[in-house]
């Protein structure tokens, strides 16, 4: 994704023709070099880390480096997380979750009354949180940290009245993917498991992902871990906490998204005809991992996402791949559709994906003709009511590309037009994302 990041800073740019030259070469270096997706690092996902206690019950951390980053990685005001924008549930759920990491093996009492001074002073601040940039999963998440707290007689402000509504939203998405449900068959809450109570783990150990992880969270791996002893999750864990020098990501791998979004945005920008054989194996990438159901943000999983789905089926057919569009109907319900199967909340990027897919239709195709009437529909009544805000990005003028896409069908849209009004809506760099905490692409 970082080529995206030197995309944002030269497509702007009237270059001359070598330093254009030069660009295009750097790009392409970029390009070869993609691996699983890098991101700036989640404090929440690398205090569960640190949490982890030796598996040979030495009484020590398994993970020492990560205890180590939340140490050197606390903000002046006291917290941690995105220093550079100030989102409550990130900065809380990342505050909370380092104070107890800390607290837990007994070190760096100040750092631990700093924590606590910033909740006491911020944790009323959820009141005032636009709902649509709550994190991914905070509903289910945040509630067990708050439990851990007082076990660990740690006092945050945590009878502040809108805890009672975030028990609220755990409860009706537990209700949404019942427990004997989730045993078997995989689902969004293998992402979340550290907030799940009462596991029945001698069952979701067979839902566990080919690299070990528990959908590709190393915080619900983590706790997984600790649970379980798996070896599975030792070595998933023990390999990226490798990688990043002790702190770890939100999410990893992120492959299949990378490829993906990098190709949409060369196309988007009008300069993918520079890239054509670098596309076409990011194209030939995604389609190894494609399946009759779908895909998610990374390659070898059980669990679909319909906006991963979405892009990688517009993108497959604009190459000329065959891909049938009852890869969709498991999103579909009663003429509706979402994001994931038990979702309590839609996501408007999402809905703009499904909606640019849709367009992409063969006569005859009755399950993309439903799409495109819902997500039309859906996303011009959030436009004529100012929501146009999004639950999986903050992004520079998410309105704006949902307004052209509403106002400019696809198969009236001039290339060269559509990359003129992208050009001013693409953030780029300065797009933040919202997964468990918010992150960056470097």
Avoid at 12 to 33: A, Q, R
Avoid at 144 to 166: R, W, Y
Avoid at 351 to 377: H, T
């Amino acid at each position: 994704m970082v080529v995206v990041l030197t995309i944002a800073r030269y497509a702007k740019i009237l270059c001359p023709s070598d330093e254009i030259k030069g660009f295009v070469e750097t790009i392409k270096v970029m390009l070869h070099s993609m691996d699983d997706g890098e991101t700036t690092m989640s404090a929440y996902d690398t205090a569960w880390v640190a949490l982890v206690q030796d598996v040979n019950k030495n009484g020590c951390p398994q993970f020492p480096s990560s205890l180590e980053w939340i140490v050197n990685n606390q903000l002046p005001d006291g917290s941690w997380g995105d220093g550079l924008i100030f989102l409550a549930h990130d900065r809380i759920i990342n505050t909370l979750a380092c104070v107890i990491a800390l607290t837990f093996w007994n070190v760096h009492p100040t750092k631990c009354q700093k924590g606590v001074q910033f909740l006491k002073e911020n944790i009323s601040k959820l009141e005032n949180e636009n709902e649509e940039h709550m994190l991914i999963g905070f509903e289910v998440a945040f509630p067990s940290l708050i439990d851990f707290a007082k076990k660990l007689n740690i006092e945050v402000g945590i009878d502040s009245p809108v805890l009672e509504e975030i028990y609220a939203r755990r409860n009706a998405k537990l209700t949404k993917i019942p427990k004997n449900i989730m045993h078997k068959v995989p689902t969004t809450l293998l992402h979340s498991l550290e907030g799940v109570p009462n596991l029945e783990w001698e069952k979701l150990v067979k839902l566990q992902c080919i690299d070990g992880s528990f959908l590709f969270s190393p915080s619900s791996t983590a706790f997984a871990l600790m649970q379980t002893k798996d070896q599975k999750c030792l070595q998933y864990l023990t390999n990226i906490v490798t990688k990043f020098n002790g702190g770890v990501p939100t999410a990893y791998p992120l492959d299949l998204f990378e490829h993906i979004w990098v190709v949409d945005r060369l196309q988007r920008l009008g300069i993918s005809r520079y890239f054509k054989s670098e596309v076409e194996g990011c194209i030939e990438y995604i389609y190894r991992y494609w399946t009759k159901d779908g895909i998610c943000w990374a390659r070898n999983t059980n669990v679909q996402d319909i906006d991963d789905t979405a892009m990688a089926f517009r993108l497959l057919r604009m190459h000329g791949y065959e891909v049938s569009p009852d890869v969709f109907r498991q999103f579909e319900k009663d003429g509706k559709f979402v994001c994931f199967v038990g979702q309590t909340t839609q996501a408007t990027t999402g809905m703009f994906n499904l909606l640019r897919a849709s367009q992409v239709l063969f006569p005859g195709e009755k399950i993309l003709d439903d799409a495109k009437k819902f997500s039309y529909n859906y996303l011009k009544e959030k436009r004529s009511t100012n929501e146009l805000l999004d639950k999986w990005i903050i992004t520079k003028d998410l309105p704006g590309e949902v307004g052209y896409a509403l106002d400019v069908p696809w198969y009236v849209s001039l290339p060269r037009l559509e990359t003129r009004c992208y050009l001013d809506q693409y953030g780029g760099e300065d797009d933040v994302w919202i997964g468990k905490t918010l992150y960056r692409y470097y």
